[in-house]
């Protein structure tokens, strides 16, 4: 299994981006779970959004702003970013799991995940 994230830039405060996950080595279907995640410097790894069984969860910071999305002919997870913040800065993260694994059912935190892409840089100035 693999995840490549990329479409982290440098942006601006109050813009806008769009992250794209794309997987190789397993289909990302309904039966997948998949969240994107990020992570600064010195802190831990927090759960921004995730996708379980259809159903969609976010981080109260990121409700309203961002939306996470899923393109099953394009086997790709998109994570759209409105009005961003210089806190938003930080490297994000995508990872899937099989949903029908028995276990933890919290796809925002980041046990929940088997499976991860290297990250991609997003940088909010102000």
């Known amino acids: 299994v693999q995840l490549q994230a990329s479409g982290g830039v440098l942006v601006q405060s109050g813009g806008s981006l769009r992250l794209s996950c794309a997987a190789s080595?397993?289909?990302?279907?309904?039966?997948?779970?998949v969240g994107w995640f990020r992570q600064v410097p010195g802190k831990e790894r927090e759960g921004i959004s995730c996708?379980?069984?259809?159903?969609?969860y976010y981080l109260e910071s990121a409700k309203g702003r961002f939306t996470i999305s899923r393109d099953n002919g394009a086997n790709t997870v998109y994570l759209q970013m409105n009005s961003l913040k210089p806190e938003d800065t930080a490297v994000y993260y995508c990872?899937?799991?099989?949903?029908?694994?028995?276990?933890?059912?919290?796809?925002?935190?980041?046990?929940?995940?088997?499976?991860w892409g290297k990250g991609t840089q997003v940088t909010v100035s102000s």
């Open positions: 990872a899937t799991r099989n949903a029908r694994r028995v276990g933890d059912t919290n796809c925002l935190t980041p046990a929940y995940m088997d499976y």
């Open positions: 080595g397993v289909t990302l279907n309904y039966y997948y779970s």
């Open positions: 996708i379980r069984y259809g159903s969609t």
